[in-house]
């Protein structure tokens, strides 16, 4: 078996940085070596130290002077909203009614479904983004589109068939038992193909009927293994709204522990008005709170508590996300910029090693699945991504006076989007270079 040896700037996290000083939190090589086997690694370390164990005919890539991360991972975000990014509209509801619903009718056709499954694999590519877990729409075609491609390229990809069953235009409305039959044949049909994972994915409790709420609830028994993806108390007339609608329910995040929805794999996109009971339950189920700035400023939903969260006394676990197309970018560097100006909004500091962190290994962890991606360790899955901190003119200019680590990744989330990223390594092959 061939072997390719990559040689770079390696930065990959062992767990969360405490302080910006808190060097033993991530291992950092100056001149690495990654060792690259049938889509593993398996050696890490000095660029000297690997290239003695590397077989002389190991193919040699050196990638100096720029960084070599794990692959970026988005937690969630809306396949089928391509071309919603960037629409304007005054808040949430009006958003999803006027733009988002009628666009996502469109995939009912398997055509377009595949076009812009190809549209989504290329741009996640473009930005360094090698995992992320997405919404497809209702429609089964745009479920099986979405795992196709992600089979086609060899990526980790987690997405599911969205179950709604109200309170969205008839071309977007399945039926408690279509939701179910549909999920089932996506799991049979794409779950652990290739490194596909399917989620039950209920869009939210506004658009599912009780009836359909205890078919979730069936799937979430019948596969207690999968994810669960959803939305959770994103803006104020959402939480009225579900309270209105499930009035026997404590509060919002009751509604989905009253259907065992509530649980270790359970990412709940925004978590951005949790009481403290919410919270509390929140932490005592494992469940993700997955934070989407750029998504959360652009509908002005509102400002998300990332490090009050993890300050708790029973902290809740954090992903971080696109949410596009309410996000307004695919980067996660751009991401996390603005989760930083969200964090100074609120007087706490979001210190780069964090930011990277949560794209990288606590995105993984947010997923459950840091035992295959998000690291840079031996035996994982050999995605990875290569960042150049002066990839434009701007920046070439300010890393003429960066003198750190600390700096120089700052300056990346800052600044940088898809065009600091040099190349995306997906199972050990170089993606943005076929493009
Ligand atoms: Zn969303």
Same mark, same amino acid.
């Given at each position: ?73 988005? *937690? ?7 071309? /919603? ?112 994972? /399917? ?38 007339? =959402?939480?009225?709204?579900?309270? =209105? ?32 009971? =919410? ?19 652009? @509908? ?21 996300? *696109?949410?596009?197309?309410?996000? *307004? ?57 290569? @960042? ?11 890393? =003429? ?13 800052? /600044? ?20």
């Amino acid at each position: 078996m061939t072997q390719t040896l990559i040689r770079g700037r390696l930065l990959s996290f062992l767990r969360r940085p405490e302080a910006i000083d808190d060097t033993a939190s991530y291992r950092y090589e100056e001149d690495g070596g990654l060792l690259v086997e049938d889509g593993r690694i398996v050696a890490v370390g000095s660029y000297a130290t690997v290239r003695a164990t590397a077989p002389d005919d190991a193919e040699e890539i050196d990638h100096r002077p720029h960084l070599i991360l794990p692959g970026l991972i988005d *937690t969630h975000l809306h396949f089928p909203q391509m071309q /919603v990014i960037g629409s304007y509209a005054a808040n949430l509801l009006e958003w999803l009614n006027v733009y988002t619903f009628p666009e996502e009718c469109r995939f009912v056709e398997s055509e377009h479904a595949a076009r812009i499954a190809r549209h989504f694999y290329d741009e996640m590519i473009r930005q360094g983004t090698t995992t992320a877990a997405a919404y497809c729409s209702v429609h089964k075609a745009s479920a099986d589109a979405y795992f196709a491609e992600a089979l086609k390229r060899g990526m980790c990809m987690i997405g599911g068939k969205v179950m709604m069953d109200r309170n969205a235009p008839q071309g977007l409305l399945d039926t408690p038992e279509m939701g179910y039959d549909e999920t089932r044949a996506v799991i049979a049909e794409w779950h652990g193909k290739g490194r596909n994972h /399917v989620a039950i994915t209920p869009r939210f409790a506004i658009t599912s009927t009780p009836a359909q709420m205890e078919m979730a609830a069936a799937l979430a028994r019948e596969f207690p293994d999968l994810h669960i993806q959803t939305h959770l108390s994103e803006n104020h007339d =959402e939480i009225r709204f579900t309270s =209105e609608l499930y009035p026997d329910a404590i509060d919002y995040t009751d509604v989905y522990a009253k259907y065992g929805l509530l649980g270790r794999k359970s990412l709940f996109g925004h978590c951005i008005h949790l009481s403290d009971r =919410e919270a509390d339950a929140m932490s005592e189920a494992g469940a993700v709170a997955v934070h989407c700035p750029t998504s959360n400023l652009f @509908l002005g939903s509102g400002l998300f508590p990332l490090k009050a969260l993890a300050r708790r006394e029973k902290p809740v676990r954090v992903g971080v996300a *696109t949410d596009v197309g309410g996000g *307004t970018s695919y980067s996660m560097l751009k991401t996390m910029d603005e989760a930083y100006k969200i964090q100074q909004l609120l007087g706490e500091r979001l210190n780069p090693f964090e930011s990277f962190y949560h794209m990288t290994l606590g995105n993984a962890e947010a997923l459950s699945l840091a035992d295959r991606i998000g690291t840079l360790e031996v035996g994982t899955d050999a995605d990875f991504v290569v @960042l150049d901190a002066s990839a434009t003119p701007a920046m070439a200019l300010k890393m =003429e006076v960066v003198r750190s680590l600390t700096d120089e990744l700052f300056l990346l989330q800052t /600044v940088g989007d898809d065009r600091a990223v040099r190349e995306t390594y997906v199972a050990g092959k170089a993606m943005k270079a076929a493009l």
